[in-house]
C-alpha cells in the first residue's frame, strides 16, 4: 500500500464518490441501476402485449412475452444480491444486443416498432459500466444487431446499409462520448481526492488517509492473528536545519527521505507524513523482532539518504506493538497503539537520536482529537 496513490481507472464500474472506490458501494449501485432499467424496460416493452397489430401471431407472442418476463427475472439477483462485477455486467450488455434481435423477430414492423433506439440501453450501459475492450466488443455487436434487425425491412443493400450505418453510427458515437465523459469525471474525482488524502510536498498518505483506513488495517491483523506495529520516525535537528538553510533545504529532505522509506517498507504496509518531518509506519508482523528488524531498516534507509545539495539527515524511531483481539474499537486502540510508538520516538531522542528504541508497556499520554499526539519539531 504505501504512500503511492495509483488508481486504476479500467477496473469496470466507475468509482462514486471515492478516489480508491468502495467496492461494495460501486457493485451495490451499479446493480441496482442495472435492475431499476431492466424493469422499465420489460415493463414498458410488454405494453406490445396488450396493443393489437404489434406482434406477429403465434409463436412471435408468445416468445416476446417470455423475452419480457426473461428481463424481470434478471433483475431479481441484481437486486437481492445488490452485486454486479465486471463479467456480470459485460454478459447482461450482451444478452441485451440479443434480446433486440428477439424482439425484432417478433414484431409486425420492426421499422415502427422495434427501433434500433432500443440498444441505447446497453449501449450506454457498457460506456458507463464497463472498461475500453468491452465497450468495443459492444460497439460491434450494436452494429450486427442493426444490420439483423434492419435486414428484414430493405430489400436494397445500398439503403440497408446506409440505414446500419446511421442508426450503429449514432449509438456507438453516443456511447463512446459518455464513456470518455465518464473517464474524465473519474480522473477529476481521482485528482481530488489525491488532495484530500496525499501529502502535496512528500506524495505520502497523510493523517486524514490513517483516520479514515487504519481500522481496517487493525480488523485485518486481528483476523489473521497477527500484531501490528506502529513505527514513529522523527528526523533528527530538523528545525536546526530549516534555520540554518532555509525552508526549501528542508523540503529537499522531506522528499529525499519520502522516496528512502517508500523504497525501504513493504508492499502492505502503509507510510504516510503525520505532521512537520514526523513520519509514521504501520504494518502487520510476527512477533517483537520482525517490528525491531523493519524499524531499523526504516532508520537506515534514512540514514542512507542524501539532497542533491549533500545535506544528510537522521531519525530517531519510536516502536510499539498490538495484537488485537475481539470486542475492541479499532479506531481507538490503534491510536492508542501509534500513541505509545510516539512515545517511544522521544525515547530516542532522549537518548542520543539515530536509534530505534521499542516501547512494549504502554505509557499514558493524552492524544488529540484524531488520535495523533501533536508533532513537537522543537524536540529536534
Not at 408468445?62 to 423475452?67: D, I, K, N
Not at 475492541?328 to 532522549?350: F, G, I, N, S
Amino acid at each position: 500500500m504505501t504512500g503511492r496513490w495509483q488508481p486504476d481507472l479500467d477496473r469496470g464500474i466507475p468509482p462514486l464518490g471515492t478516489a480508491e472506490g468502495d467496492p461494495s458501494t460501486e457493485h451495490r449501485v451499479g446493480a441496482l441501476t442495472l435492475a431499476g432499467m431492466l424493469v422499465l424496460g420489460a415493463l414498458m416493452g410488454g405494453i406490445n402485449l396488450l396493443v393489437d397489430g404489434v406482434l406477429t401471431e403465434g409463436t412471435g407472442r408468445w416468445v416476446y412475452g417470455a423475452t419480457m418476463v426473461a428481463l424481470l427475472l434478471m433483475a431479481v439477483p441484481l437486486l437481492v444480491r445488490q452485486r454486479a462485477d465486471r463479467w456480470h455486467m459485460f454478459a447482461l450488455v450482451l444478452l441485451g444486443d440479443l434480446i433486440y434481435v428477439v424482439v425484432v423477430l417478433c414484431v409486425d414492423d420492426p421499422l415502427r416498432y422495434a427501433t434500433p433506439l432500443m440498444l441505447l440501453f446497453p449501449a450506454f450501459v457498457a460506456a458507463w459500466f464497463l472498461g475500453p475492450w468491452e465497450l468495443g466488443v459492444n460497439m460491434v455487436a450494436t452494429t450486427v444487431a442493426c444490420l439483423v434487425g434492419l435486414w428484414p425491412s430493405y430489400e436494397n443493400a445500398v439503403g440497408l446499409a446506409v440505414q446500419v450505418g446511421v442508426s450503429a453510427g449514432m449509438l456507438n458515437t453516443g456511447a463512446l462520448g459518455v464513456f470518455v465523459l465518464r473517464r474524465r469525471v473519474q480522473r477529476l474525482l481521482v485528482a481530488t481526492e489525491t488532495l484530500t488524502r496525499l501529502d502535496p510536498l512528500t506524495g505520502l498518505f497523510n493523517r486524514r488517509y490513517l483516520v479514515e483506513h487504519s481500522p481496517r488495517m487493525w480488523r485485518q491483523a486481528r483476523r489473521d492473528g497477527s500484531r501490528l506495529a506502529a513505527m514513529v520516525l522523527d528526523l533528527d535537528h530538523f528545525k536546526r536545519l530549516n534555520d540554518a538553510y532555509g525552508h526549501a533545504a528542508g523540503d529537499a529532505v522531506l522528499r529525499e527521505v519520502a522516496a528512502a522509506l517508500a523504497a525501504a517498507v513493504r508492499p502492505s504496509d502503509v507510510l504516510a507524513r503525520t505532521g512537520g518531518e514526523e513520519l509514521l509506519v504501520l504494518g502487520q508482523v510476527a512477533d517483537p523482532d520482525e517490528a525491531l528488524h523493519l524499524a531499523e531498516r526504516l532508520r537506515a534507509a534514512v540514514a542512507g539518504s542524501v539532497t542533491p545539495d549533500g545535506h544528510a539527515i537522521t531519525a530517531s524511531v519510536g516502536v510499539a506493538l498490538a495484537r488485537p483481539v475481539d470486542g475492541q474499537d479499532p479506531t481507538d486502540e490503534l491510536w492508542r497503539l501509534v500513541d505509545r510508538a510516539d512515545a517511544a520516538m522521544y525515547e530516542a531522542k532522549q537518548q542520543g537520536r539515530d536509534r530505534v528504541v521499542s516501547l512494549w508497556v504502554p505509557r499514558a499520554r493524552t492524544p488529540l482529537a484524531g488520535g495523533l499526539v501533536p508533532s513537537r519539531g522543537d524536540a529536534g
